[in-house]
């Protein structure tokens, strides 16, 4: 991808995102952020694992916040990892 597409395509997203997250629908900036941070990763390396760019994440965690398909995927990472910690505990 192009970076002018790239750009285009990120500032769509984050558009999509932002106005998801505000109807409750995603994830706030703040969380998104101390998620990304809890399961000791950087941004870029978030990025990766989610299939966006780095300065996708930067813009989630800049106030944009994060809906649609990246916020449930964020969110099923988490049931895993609570899952995860439960059978180890148990």
Same mark, same amino acid.
């Given at each position: 991808m192009?970076?002018?597409?790239?750009?285009?395509?990120?500032?769509?997203m984050t558009e999509k995102d932002e106005a998801d997250a505000q109807q409750g629908e995603g994830l706030t900036a703040s969380e998104v952020r101390q998620i990304r941070e809890d399961l000791g990763y950087t941004q870029a390396s978030f990025g990766r694992m989610l299939g966006v760019t780095r300065a996708a994440v930067s813009?989630?965690? *800049?106030?944009?916040g994060? *809906? *649609?398909a990246p916020a449930k995927l964020i969110q099923t990472i988490l049931a895993l990892r609570d899952l995860q910690r439960r059978i180890t505990m148990g």
């Open positions: 192009s970076d002018a597409a790239e750009m285009a395509y990120n500032s769509m813009n989630w965690e *800049g106030g944009k994060v *809906g *649609g």
